[in-house]
């Protein structure tokens, strides 16, 4: 024990630590392989989604507008909220407009009319 003092020695251990941990942190943010680990593990426990379920919502591209994922950024688990239920993957505007208009389907539809009504004049 290199400490006899009760105190330096936990402000020791805590300093050791602080240290560990923030290059643990650092690790996670620069290996791709990790933050695809945690990333599945995060979907399995949050959502219930197996990866390869994930994969195959992937392939059918955002669920709402039917477009291909493009780019970086990882899709949008779109869920019901009262119910769990995942209903698919989506883009993240898309999935806005599903958060913003809380999940209802007669806002949407009355948005849609007056959209339409506007677009024809």
Aim: hydrophobic fraction near 35%; include cysteine.
């Amino acid at each position: 024990m290199p400490y006899k003092d009760l105190k330096a020695r936990a402000e020791y251990a805590k300093s050791r630590y602080a240290v560990t941990n923030a290059a643990r942190k650092l690790q996670y943010h620069q290996d791709d392989r990790i933050k695809n680990r945690i990333y599945k593990a995060h979907v399995l426990r949050r959502y219930g989604l197996m990866w390869s379920r994930y994969l195959e919502l992937y392939a059918h591209g955002c669920w709402l507008c039917g477009e291909p994922f493009v780019g970086t950024m990882r899709p949008h688990v779109d869920h019901n909220h009262f119910t769990h239920e995942v209903r698919g993957l989506a883009h993240g505007n898309c999935n806005l407009v599903i958060g913003h208009s809380k999940e209802s389907s007669s806002l949407l539809r009355r948005i849609a009319t007056a959209l339409e009504g506007y677009v024809r004049r």
